[in-house]
């Protein structure tokens, strides 16, 4: 059985929405600008970071497979792009006194660091 082109492409539009790994859901973040946000600010300090240099913190959780995760900030988070960028920006109004400080992580800078880690 064939199926309609129209619901094939409602299908996979539904898979990628309810990921939400798409990096359509940043638009105007840059990775490579992520990539240089991350090394300056040192988040290497506290997580491993695929393909940061000296990213091999342990205080914080891997970053690793960042976009694999079900949830962030101590569990309290969905993993959305823009929960993401919530927990980036205001980690402690999030889950106060957790180890994560905040950083004075502006939402522009926020979003290219979570394309960067979504991308790896």
Do not use: K
Request: net charge neutral.
């Amino acid at each position: 059985m064939t199926r309609p082109p129209l619901l094939i492409a409602a299908g996979a539009a539904a898979l990628l929405a309810g990921c939400g790994s798409s990096p359509r859901a940043l638009p105007g973040a840059s990775a490579d600008r992520g990539h240089a946000d991350i090394v300056q600010i040192g988040c290497g300090a506290c997580h491993q970071i695929s393909g940061v240099d000296g990213a091999e913190g342990r205080v914080g959780p891997s970053l690793v497979d960042f976009s694999a995760r079900h949830y962030i900030a101590g569990g309290r988070l969905t993993n959305t792009p823009s929960n993401a960028v919530r927990w980036i920006m205001s980690p402690q109004q999030i889950l106060p006194g957790g180890v994560m400080p905040d950083l004075g992580v502006d939402s522009a800078a926020a979003a290219d660091i979570v394309a960067y880690l979504y991308g790896q």
